[in-house]
């Protein structure tokens, strides 16, 4: 603003200029109006005049915004400004990905109401809601998920009056008290016809583009040499239709991010031009999208919640001396829920483009369930991790979701997906220059510090990656595209709670679970343990039916004896309930196998070791019949002992009554023929007890009948 001369001529030129920048705005509002109500024009003359006038219309509102950001607006003369987060906008101009490489989204057509104020993409969300239909291309675009998102005055009211919470980073400005009400009210006024200019430019878009045709995406970018077949007038006409969302969608993004910066507190214009946004890539069914940078502006959202996410791990982070109230967090959360709703419609929208940039999208997935396990162990930050499960993480998941439930990618691409999730090889390791190597760090704010080059081998990240690949199992049934590539990461999960510090803090961490749905949801906090488990026999009930259950089964098989003593008890877990609701044929072929695979390990020498092989395969056998039926208990008798007095058969029949082979569950012909033959040796080898007998016995080991009476006595 040019400073005045005088302090006498200060509020007059003042009012002077805001006038004339507010008649400005108001007649280009209705220049835009007024060019909706015409026919698009075909002289090209005309056409490049509106375009430039779009571009310099809206240069001029957001140099307008950005003025009015720095001038002392606010009610008192000491202005206390949040600085959530500062996000330099990253030019959409020039793309970085090439657009040969983007391809065409035949998505549904936009659904948003002519009403400004009744877009569904509005920042003051409702608590509760959700994207249920988020998993799939259209569903997110489309009207159903117009009640995912609707107005809530007072959340954003409350996000805008807490502003000022002492917790914020105060920044004090002093103005001169006479001239600050006559600044603050043309302040206002510019900020409200803003959105007067940004709202008839996105009609005049919408207008255009359903005034011509677009099913002809190569003649948009086709040249005049090219255009023997195409009308020259239409093709014309679609390149300024274009050219003139395409820098709306630039300047709205602009805006979008102006409007954030700062800690949002321009929450009418962050909700138009955001929209804006998204109305602008869903017109013409997804054929405007092609001609956009959708990458950089999904990478703008991410960057928007995680810089709000790293002030808050920040501030957090530091001593704390009294609890963070569920309202503080709500303050802070709601606006990341806001940028990842735009981004989780953009991409459901335009997958093919979000494709491109997965690897930012899933870092911010891990970032935020890291960001709540590590939440959920401070007492003074249980609230936060509350509600941060209840407005981030099911948006976040969503946003993942969108790139494995789209029907434009193929499989090999959402696999790709998951090896970059979920890596096969060992990625435990330290890496230089990875904040949380060295030493076993707990600061939240070393999560958002970390790129997509150096998180592979971040052991802050692990529980968070834990944390995606449980909802994952959890909600297999709705990625019927990638169970069979979630199943063959199922060892990667083993590898992973090998860690001390991973199974840990599965055995001792209570971290909160939402039970219920909509309105009768409810959050209780429970070992991570059990949600372990939980995930995994979800799971195994969805893909029982499917090609994916080959996987699964081979997983059980090849963990039966798995080295580690949590691993092992969650493989046998999962035995467990398998034996409990599978049909009888089926346990029953699970059985033979085990029989068979234990009858090929068996040996006199490891029938006394407890961790040979033979004791574990043993010890799993037994722990299986204590949830099969009486037929299936006289079954793997008959089958291992029988009849059969080998030294074999004696050998493992030995080993089954050392791990508590349940004779109870015998049939009483079975039972009593099993009592008969362990007393009958027993006495045998008491009346033959000499020198002879120390070198020779029936199953090779001596002493072998009075281990077996010993350990079935409790049974007999």
Aim: hydrophobic fraction near 45%.
């Amino acid at each position: 603003m040019t400073v005045m001369s005088t302090e006498e001529s200060e509020e007059e030129h003042c009012s002077f200029f805001f006038q004339l920048l507010l008649d400005q705005l108001r007649y280009s509002a209705a220049c835009f109006l007024a060019l909706a109500r015409y026919p698009v024009t075909e002289d090209m003359e005309l056409m490049i005049i509106v375009e430039k006038f779009t571009f310099e219309l809206l240069d001029v509102t957001k140099i307008s915004i950005s003025e009015i950001k720095n001038l002392p607006r606010y009610f008192s003369s000491e202005v206390h400004i949040p600085q959530y987060f500062s996000v330099p906008y990253k030019p959409l101009v020039d793309m970085h990905h090439s657009s040969s490489n983007v391809h065409k989204n035949p998505s549904s057509a936009s659904t948003f109401p002519n009403d400004r104020n009744s877009h569904a993409t509005d920042l003051s969300v409702h608590e509760n809601s959700s994207l249920n239909a988020a998993g799939s291309d259209n569903s997110v675009a489309g009207s159903d998920n117009s009640a995912a998102v609707s107005d809530n005055s007072a959340a954003v009211s409350n996000h805008s009056a807490a502003s000022s919470d002492s917790s914020c980073v105060p920044i004090t400005e002093t103005c001169p008290p006479a001239s600050l009400p006559r600044i603050h009210a043309f302040g206002l006024e510019v900020l409200k016809v803003a959105e007067l200019v940004v709202d008839a430019v996105v009609r005049l878009c919408k207008v255009y583009s359903s005034a011509v045709s677009l099913d002809f995406p190569d003649a948009i970018i086709a040249s005049a040499k090219d255009r023997n077949n195409i009308d020259g007038g239409d093709v014309d006409k679609a390149n300024h239709v274009v050219n003139v969302a395409k820098c709306a969608v630039k300047q709205l993004c602009e805006l979008g991010v102006l409007a954030a910066n700062g800690g949002g507190s321009l929450v009418a214009m962050l909700n138009l031009s955001w929209k804006g946004v998204v109305t602008l890539l869903q017109l013409g069914n997804g054929t405007f999208a092609i001609k956009f940078n959708v990458e950089d502006i999904l990478l703008t959202l991410v960057s928007l919640s995680n810089e709000s996410l790293r002030f808050a791990a920040e501030t957090w982070s530091s001593l704390l001396t009294e609890t963070v109230s569920v309202s503080e967090a709500k303050r802070i959360f709601l606006p990341v829920k806001f940028y990842l709703i735009n981004a989780v419609r953009i991409s459901s929208q335009c997958p093919r483009q979000a494709f491109s940039v997965y690897e930012d999208i899933t870092l911010c997935v891990m970032m935020i369930s890291t960001f709540r396990i590590l939440l959920s162990k401070e007492e003074l930050l249980k609230s936060a991790s509350e509600v941060l499960v209840e407005l981030l993480e099911p948006i976040s998941f969503h946003l993942l979701n969108s790139l494995l439930n789209s029907t434009q990618l193929n499989q090999d691409d959402k696999f790709l997906i998951l090896d970059w999730l979920f890596p096969d090889e060992n990625d435990l390791n330290f890496l230089p220059g990875d904040p949380s190597n060295g030493h076993k760090t707990t600061k939240m704010d070393a999560i958002f510090s970390l790129g997509i080059d150096n998180i592979r081998g971040a052991r802050i990240l692990l529980l968070g990656r834990v944390s995606v690949f449980l909802n994952l199992l959890k909600n297999a049934a709705d990625l019927e595209d990638v169970r069979l590539g979630i199943a063959r990461k199922l060892g990667w999960l083993l590898m992973i709670l090998v860690d001390e510090d991973v199974y840990s803090s599965c055995l001792s961490l209570q971290i909160p679970i939402p039970y219920g749905s909509g309105k009768t949801s409810e959050l209780a906090y429970q070992p991570m343990y059990f949600s372990v488990l939980h995930a995994l026999k979800t799971f195994m009930i969805v893909v029982s039916s499917t090609l994916a259950w080959r996987e699964m089964e081979s997983f059980l098989v090849e963990n039966i004896l798995h080295p580690h003593f949590f691993c092992w008890e969650i493989v046998m877990e999962l035995w467990c309930f398998l034996v409990r609701h599978a049909e009888v044929e089926m346990v029953n072929d699970i059985i033979d196998k085990l029989c068979l695979l234990l009858m090929f390990v068996a040996s006199s020498e490891s029938v006394l070791v407890p961790d040979s092989g033979l004791r574990k395969i043993v010890r799993s056998i037994c722990m299986l019949l204590m949830y099969v039926s009486q037929a299936t208990v006289d079954r793997v008798y008959n089958t291992i002992v029988g009849s059969n007095k080998s030294q074999l058969s004696s050998v493992v029949f030995l080993a089954l009554l050392m791990e508590g082979f349940p004779l109870n569950f015998l049939s009483d012909k079975m039972k009593r023929i099993a009592t008969q033959r362990i007393v009958s040796e027993y006495f045998e080898f008491m009346e033959c007890f000499d020198d002879a007998s120390l070198s020779t016995s029936g199953s090779g080991v001596f002493g072998a009948p009075v281990f077996a009476l010993s350990a079935a006595l409790q049974s007999l």
